[in-house]
């Protein structure tokens, strides 16, 4: 691949990019209502939060590259790095918020379960009645961002409490949260992979960490999770490498290295033993 080929890759897009069409909002946040045909054709991804209540809608939302449906009545989440694009069919309609990093700690504890779990479930289908209350929410923060004098208190309050209604409706489908909650152990070892997964692959350091066998680590893995340990961890680096050749300029060399491993044909290998693809491939895809 040439360096023009590789310049023509999504770069991380800020929030500042969203303004001139924003509905509402303020240097924090950016409120948007969706109407009718969208498309993102080429995957990227972006610095900051996003939440998107549809109401009428159809298409595909791919959100690390993982397809799925768009639908009536639906709340999509997506975290800071993870990489998308869309295709939202004509009459469908929705509500979006678009809301920096430093705002989204404000009312983050209210999101009451790991975000690992809202980045593995991003999409959550919402009954008639809680689908009310998230828009009434929604509604009143336009208003509010659309008065002369926008309070950011009164923001973050309703925002808190979009966090708390989509963590309930979210309850039922988080099974690995569940997993996470009744195993600390692997809680821990989740957030320690996401900590040192660029440096350290072994199952050994980790379970050094976690005060356990490499071999009990293991058995906790494939009894709760259903993969080895090694597999857990390597389903980390695959993510990251696939958001990183789909969303970034690095040469696949840098990726390579940018992720710990020794060498480009390594990395290579490895990730068409997990894909089916090569690196090149994947990023041509």
């Known amino acids: 691949m040439s360096v023009n080929q590789e310049k023509k890759h999504v770069p991380i897009v800020g929030i500042q990019e969203f ?43 791919s959100i690390d590259f993982q397809d799925y449906a768009i639908g009536d009545r639906q709340i999509h989440v997506l975290f800071p790095n993870q990489v998308h694009k869309w295709h939202i069919e004509p009459d469908s309609n929705g509500y979006q918020l678009m809301i920096d990093k430093i705002f989204f700690e404000r009312f983050a504890p209210y999101f009451r379960f ?14 008639d009645s809680v689908f009310k209350l998230l828009k009434y929410e929604f509604e009143a923060i336009k208003d509010e961002l659309q008065t002369e004098l926008s309070l950011q208190d009164i923001i973050s309050a309703r925002a808190a409490v979009i966090a708390a209604i989509v963590s309930k409706a ?72 696939k958001r990183m050749l789909q969303s970034t300029n690095l040469s696949i060399k840098e990726i390579a290295f940018e992720l710990g491993f020794v060498d480009h044909a390594y990395f290579s290998n490895f990730f068409k033993s997990q894909t089916q693809f090569t690196p090149k491939k994947f990023r041509e895809e």
């Open 19 to 61: 303004r001139k069409e924003q509905t509402a909002g303020r240097k924090e946040l950016v409120y948007n209502e969706l109407y009718g045909e969208k498309h993102i054709h080429k995957p990227h991804k972006h610095d900051f939060f996003i939440i998107i209540l549809f109401d009428h809608a159809k298409g595909t939302h």
């Open 114 to 127: 790991s975000f690992t779990n809202y980045i593995n479930h991003p999409v959550i289908s919402l009954t």
């Open 170 to 241: 979210a309850e039922a489908i988080f099974a690995d949260a569940k997993v996470f909650q009744s195993n600390p152990r692997l809680a821990k070892f989740n957030l320690l992979i996401d900590q040192f997964f660029k440096k350290e692959k072994s199952v050994a350091f980790y379970a050094e960490k976690l005060n356990i066998s490499a071999n009990y680590l293991n058995i906790l893995c494939k009894k709760n999770l259903k993969v080895s340990a090694t597999q857990f961890i390597q389903q980390r680096v695959l993510l990251e490498a």
